[in-house]
């Protein structure tokens, strides 16, 4: 079973799901991937192009709903479906639950008072084991 890389923007009420019971269980999620139609939108880009599109969706999908955190995920292809929108190429719906295990890295936005709105989100990486410490640091943030 092949596995797909997604991105899923969380909240700290997801980010808490996954540190309590090492999963998120709220389904459907939406998430950002590499399809084929995000591939057929940008063909001049290669792997990491589209990688970095999707990554760059995500983050603009967090920050629309006021979230910063984004997730990479590695899943079975089986656990996910087409986006419910037709606007994002990137766009695809997590139908499984998502295990800790499966998240490979979380990814922070800068505060929305220290972007640069005319260029592409900055994201400060952290290791997965580091999830309560990036939840303690969106919530000072919020304070």
Do not use: N
């Not at 090492?22 to 939406?30: D, N, Q």
């Not at 999908?61 to 995920?73: S, T």
């Not at 190429?89 to 890295?105: F, K, M």
Request: proline share 5%; hydrophobic share 40%; no cysteine.
């Amino acid at each position: 079973m092949k596995d797909s890389r997604v991105y899923i923007p969380l909240g700290v009420a997801e980010m808490e799901e996954l540190s309590a019971s090492r999963s998120l269980s709220a389904l459907p999620v939406a998430g950002f991937a590499v399809t084929p139609e995000l591939r057929s939108a940008h063909p001049g880009e290669d792997d990491e192009g589209w990688e970095y599109l999707a990554m760059q969706d995500a983050a603009t999908g967090a920050a629309g709903r006021g979230l910063r955190v984004v997730a990479a995920a590695d899943l079975p292809d089986s656990s996910v479906g087409e986006g419910a929108s037709s606007d994002d190429p990137a766009e695809v719906t997590i139908i499984d639950e998502v295990s800790l295990r499966r998240i490979a890295s979380l990814h922070v936005l800068d505060p929305a008072g220290e972007r640069d709105v005319d260029s592409d989100f900055e994201l400060s990486w952290y290791d997965v084991t580091e999830l309560d410490v990036v939840i303690d640091l969106v919530r000072a943030d919020r304070s």
